[in-house]
């Protein structure tokens, strides 16, 4: 007979399901260990060259009124008054009316340039100043004006009349040229200047003396502007002739070049001036504007007595010292470890080299030790050269701990 066995299912012992156990804690434990073995975040390096200070700053005797400011043409500004901040101009903008138009209508120097001819409503233009005082140069309608006379006119003689003629000329409109004018100041970096009209009339035309200083360089880059405001005369259609407004240009040989003076209620006295000069075995063209003087003639004298001083102040070297922060590593789990110089390193005061030089920070690991060398500082000089310090570790940077490690696994921290 046939019979039915049930099959027998042997049970799992509990020992083996405890060793199965065991070896998937065991896998899940070793995974999380070896995560947390390789998270090193990323240690982030951030240059602070921004915040360096030189030894060895210029002293300079700054006016007790306004503001001030002294640059070199081609190494910007070096020093400042503590008070800067936009302030009327007066017909120091006039600079910037030439600039836009020689930009807009290039010249050759000693070019003439297209003619300006002289229409009714110019004859506006010439009574709207005449009326609210301003220097104006007497014009007919019909009568023609070279392009270049008209810069001379503008920047010799300060003549609003010719500013606003010679922008609605160029431009179409003075706002059109406004326009223009404050996309160009922009451009080169003139962040506090604002152009509101073509003469310097207006309050509303602004900008600090830092930025006046700036200012004068790109005027001087210019060779047609350059030339026109040494001019110490200019010769009238009439066969008379007038002196610069500008009445320290050249004056008892002082050496100043020009460049613009102005005067309005609003701004007071204004004189942006430039003058040739050696600083050791060097020669450098030094730019100084004062602003605000109450007496016009403040400011003229003011300026001009910049200059020397500024020549005495540039004398010699200025450093940068061992020691100085020029960087740092951004630390996730601790501290952010800065970079100094490891040397001390020095440079001319007038090349404003801080602007233009450029820290190199290297990879580093959560090994590094203070002392240990991780980049350079790369300073420029006159010419193609430059100079470079050392820079290193100015403390340790020690492994992430555990429990860091633990809460970035689980807060699932990405790295």
């Known amino acids: 007979m046939y ?9 799992k012992s509990r020992k ?8 998937m804690v065991l896998a899940v434990l070793g995974i999380f260990a070896a995560k947390l073995l390789v998270i090193f975040p990323t240690v982030y390096a951030t240059a602070d060259i921004q915040d360096v200070k030189l030894a060895n700053t210029l002293a300079i005797p700054w006016p007790a009124y306004g503001q001030s400011a002294v640059g070199v043409k081609g190494h910007g500004v070096v ?5 800067q901040s936009a302030r009327p101009t007066a017909s120091v903008a006039k600079l910037v009316t030439a600039l836009a138009i020689l930009e807009k209508k290039p010249l050759v120097n000693n070019e003439q ?6 229409s009714d409503a110019d004859i506006a233009i010439y009574d709207f100043y005449l009326s609210h005082q301003g220097v ?3 014009i007919k309608p019909g009568q023609s004006i070279s392009q270049y006379k008209a810069l001379q006119y503008m920047l010799i003689l300060s003549a609003n009349n010719i500013a606003d003629i010679s922008a609605k000329w160029a431009f179409g409109s003075v706002d059109e040229y406004t326009a223009y004018a404050n996309d160009m100041v922009k451009k080169m970096g003139l962040s506090t200047m604002h152009i509101d009209d073509a003469s310097g009339l207006s309050p509303k035309t602004i900008s600090s003396a830092e930025d006046l200083v700036r200012l004068g360089e790109y005027a001087l880059d210019n060779p047609v502007i350059a030339d026109i405001v040494a001019q110490e005369s200019i010769d009238l259609p009439e066969g008379t002739q007038k002196i610069n407004t500008n009445v320290f240009l050249n004056y008892q040989g002082n050496g100043v070049i020009g460049i613009k003076n102005g005067l309005t209620d609003e701004a007071g006295g204004v004189l942006l001036a430039a003058a040739k ?5 060097t020669q450098l063209t030094i730019i100084s504007v004062v602003m605000g003087s109450e007496r016009y003639f403040d400011s003229q004298k003011d300026a001009v007595a910049l200059i020397d001083p500024t020549v005495s102040a540039l004398s010699g070297s200025a450093s940068i010292a061992a020691g100085t922060v020029v960087g740092h590593y951004d630390v996730p789990w601790g501290e952010n470890a800065d970079v100094i110089t490891k040397e001390p390193i020095t440079l001319n005061k007038w090349t404003n080299a801080l602007d233009a030089s450029y820290v190199e920070l290297y990879p580093i690991t959560t090994t590094t030790q203070k002392g240990t060398v991780v980049g350079k500082l790369t300073v420029p000089q006159d010419g193609a050269n430059a100079s470079e310090a050392q820079i290193m570790l100015d403390s340790d940077v020690n492994n992430p701990s555990t429990k860091w490690r633990i809460m970035g696994l689980i807060n699932k921290t990405s790295y």
């Open 16 to 23: 083996s399901k405890s060793l199965y156990v065991t070896a």
């Open 136 to 138: 104006v140069v007497d």
């Open 79 to 83: 020093s400042a008054s503590p008070n």
């Open 3 to 11: 019979s039915y066995r049930k099959p027998i299912r042997r049970k």
């Open 277 to 281: 000069r050696t600083v050791d075995n």
């Open 113 to 118: 340039g297209e003619q300006i001819v002289i």
